[in-house]
């Protein structure tokens, strides 16, 4: 018997020998397995680059309009552009997975305009507010990645569009697609007093020179970059692709930490630390190296693997470091301290002094919902009181610089006139909202109106309540994570829910307890998910304040919202 096993063994051993090898799967990364293409988005990438498309539509569609536009360019090379397809009205999230792109689309456009760093001049808001009045039905909100995003926008106006935005110094050149997207900035650079570097040259250089190059306009997919020299760490670095976080080096003195591969969607990963410290003079060469990695190197066969935080969760920092010293960089950065735990709030809402005397006033818009006439009414505002310059956030606030002290309580006065509070509200100075149903294709449910209705209730029924700390509401319309919601205290997914009744209608899937590094908590961290844990939009506000009594009831002395909900059990989220 057991010679039988044995001459068993050996045979199938011989045909194992001559069976050839499974060939490896390409990932479609070009260092290693060549330029093919592998998919529908590179095939129409390697055909024409992205940026090509702006003389199409100059030439051709903004003068023989929608129907004139050939539909690789419609779906993917008006990216590059700022330019997506809206929703068409009326089609509700229960249909949004069932039905093809074409169908859901309308023939406007969202236009997206690129504002590197947040920097704005009331010179540049007016023109904004100028085009949508006259181009974009009157909408304008702010996103949290400091960009402003116009809706109802038609090809035939975009010629004058980027002649007006451009004889200002705005661009909406790479706001969306395969490409390194808008640079995340302190919002108070250059002027805060307890500043530890001015990022501004840093990110004004990679803007001037690697925006729109085309060496570097075929990424994986969308790359996001965030620089700070704050010491309150206002730009979410742990959820970008490539962040530069200010810190001071015992023996080198200020420069930045290097964060590499965050990002949420549906698969969230928070960005490590590569241990360097990077000198000023060395940001824009390492930003650039660290990018051209991602070209090279990142995943391009499946779409949904090609972030950067794929990549790195393969390689691990200590690889991916190596690599960009040795084959970008050309020499080793020095090693580097982690940044201090922030001891200020981020979002810079409120009243602060300046570092010359002056102040700037942090203004809350309730999810970041604007309009052309309010962003008139802004402008006219500052420049009343003496002031040119405003800031975007990535918290979906504007800041107004150089204000005299003498004229505060005025500015103050005149933005709670304009429903803009620098105060920090109960709930909405926290709460951001995605695009939502009203816009967005992928959407779900809506978001912009309901965030505002809930702030509305919530600031009514815990009127005099006093919370520890800010709580952070983040509504999403769909599951990609665009208003961070496993990095909300309590984040929203958009998504059609079943009642007790067996109606569907809309609503969310509940996250609870996450957040990102800040003054009330040490470091990132996901929320927590309950399973079956949804709520009805109809019934949010009530969940939420239930939410809010449970945890002012049962927290310890010093308990946070986040800790609070990550120990209880779940009989108290429900």
């Not at 501004?200 to 997919?221: M, Q, V």
């Not at 927290?555 to 946070?560: D, F, G, L, Q, V």
């Amino acid at each position: 018997m057991s010679t039988q096993v044995e001459e068993n063994k050996e045979t199938a051993g011989k045909r194992a020998a001559k069976r050839p090898a499974r060939p490896k799967k390409s990932n479609g990364q070009w260092k290693i397995d060549g330029h093919e293409p592998l998919n529908k988005n590179e095939i129409d990438k390697a055909e024409d680059n992205g940026l090509n498309v702006r003389a199409r539509i100059e030439e051709t569609y903004a003068k023989h309009g929608f129907s004139s536009i050939d539909p690789d360019d419609l779906h993917g090379r008006f990216r590059w552009w700022g330019l997506y397809t809206q929703r068409k009205p009326g089609i509700d999230g229960g249909r949004t997975a069932k039905l093809e792109p074409h169908e859901l689309e309308d023939e406007y456009f969202m236009l997206r305009i690129r504002i590197d760093g947040g920097k704005l001049s009331t010179e540049q808001l007016r023109v904004i507010a100028n085009i949508s009045n006259e181009f974009a039905r009157g909408t304008a909100d702010l996103t949290d990645r400091q960009n402003i995003q116009l809706h109802w926008v038609e090809i035939e106006s975009m010629p004058e569009i980027w002649r007006r935005l451009e004889a200002v110094g705005l661009q909406t050149t790479e706001a969306c697609g395969d490409v390194p997207r808008v640079i995340l900035g302190s919002p108070v650079a250059g002027i805060a007093a307890d500043e530890l570097i001015d990022p501004t040259p840093a990110i004004e250089e990679i803007s001037r020179r690697y925006i729109g190059d085309e060496s570097l306009s075929n990424l994986p997919r969308k790359y996001k970059t965030a620089i700070t020299g704050h010491p309150s760490q206002d730009v979410v670095h742990e959820i970008n692709d490539c962040s530069f976080v200010a810190v001071e080096h015992p023996e080198h003195g200020i420069g930045y930490d290097l964060w590499v591969g965050g990002a949420l969607s549906v698969v969230p990963r928070f960005a490590e630390r590569l241990g360097t410290w990077v000198a000023p003079d060395q940001v824009v060469e390492t930003w650039l190296g660290v990018t051209q990695i991602f070209r090279d190197y990142g995943y391009r066969r499946l779409r949904n693997k090609a972030r950067m935080k794929f990549l790195l969760a393969d390689w691990g920092p200590e690889k991916l470091r190596e690599i960009l010293e040795t084959e970008y960089l050309g020499y080793r950065l020095a090693d580097g301290p982690a940044p201090a735990k922030p001891l200020t709030a981020g979002d810079h809402v409120g009243v602060h002094k300046q570092a010359d005397g002056r102040y700037f006033i942090g203004v809350t818009l309730i999810a970041g919902r604007a309009s052309g006439t309010l962003l008139g009414q802004l402008v006219d505002l500052a420049e009343k009181f003496g002031s040119t310059r405003l800031r975007t956030t990535p918290h979906q606030k504007v800041l107004l610089l150089d204000i005299d002290e003498a004229d505060v309580d005025d500015v103050v006065a005149g933005l709670d006139a304009l429903g803009l509070s620098s105060r920090k509200d109960l709930f909405r100075r926290s709460t951001i909202a995605c695009t939502g149903i009203e816009f967005c294709k992928l959407a779900i449910v809506e978001t912009k109106q309901t965030a505002a209705d809930a702030v509305e209730k919530l600031e009514e029924h815990l009127a005099g309540i006093d919370l520890p700390h800010p709580i952070s509401l983040h509504l999403n319309g769909c599951p990609n994570s665009c208003a961070r919601i496993q990095t909300a205290d309590i984040g929203l997914k958009g998504q059609i829910v079943t009642t007790d009744d067996g109606e569907q209608v809309p609503g969310f899937q509940v996250h609870v307890g996450g957040g990102l590094a800040s003054k009330d908590r040490d470091e990132a961290g996901l929320g927590r998910t309950v399973r079956g844990l949804k709520v009805t939009a109809e019934n949010l506000t009530d969940y939420v304040e239930k939410l809010v009594r449970r945890f002012l009831a049962g927290r310890s002395e010093t308990e946070t919202f986040s800790e609070w909900a990550h120990r209880v059990d779940e009989e108290e989220l429900t």
